[in-house]
Nanobody
Framework: QVQLVESGGGSVQAGGSLRLSCAAS????????MGWFRQAPGKEREFVAA????????STANSLKGRFTISRDNAKNAAYMQMNSLKPEDKAGYYC????????????????????WGQGTQVTVPS
């Protein structure tokens, strides 16, 4: 198993930026595909971005392309979500997730494909 802990959330003015971090336990971080999801109150959890085990392939939600960028550093057992030009509609809890069955270039947009989840970190963007 792997344990995931998100950090970096907070309140930022519209147009600002945040960098979320996801710290993972264990020695096998590179065996997991990683994803970021978000969920606002009263709404479904939605896909944000995913990155393959090697970092060689990524997928980002169409509406977020150009503003949100996922990355990982396997040497640090960490995944990141750089969020730029934040908007009030970006307010949500953000969760990182790990998929144990991912292929080396595999990315997934379905929450059900992820095996482990962090506790989430809140992002607030006042209007």
């Amino acid at each position: 198993q792997v344990q995931l802990v998100e950090s970096g959330g907070g309140s930022v003015q519209a147009g600002g930026s945040l960098r979320l971090s996801c710290a993972a336990s264990g020695r096998t971080f590179s065996s997991y595909g990683m994803g970021w999801f978000r969920q606002a109150p009263g709404k479904e959890r939605e896909f944000v971005a995913a990155i393959s085990r090697s970092g060689g392939s990524t997928s980002t939600a169409n509406s977020l392309k150009g503003r949100f960028t996922i990355s990982r550093d396997n040497a640090k057992n960490a995944a990141y979500m750089q969020m730029n030009s934040l908007k009030p509609e970006d307010k949500a809890g953000y969760y990182c997730a790990a998929a144990a069955t991912a292929g080396v270039f595999w990315v997934a947009v379905r929450a059900a494909e992820y095996n482990y989840w962090g506790q989430g970190t809140q992002v607030t963007v006042p209007s």
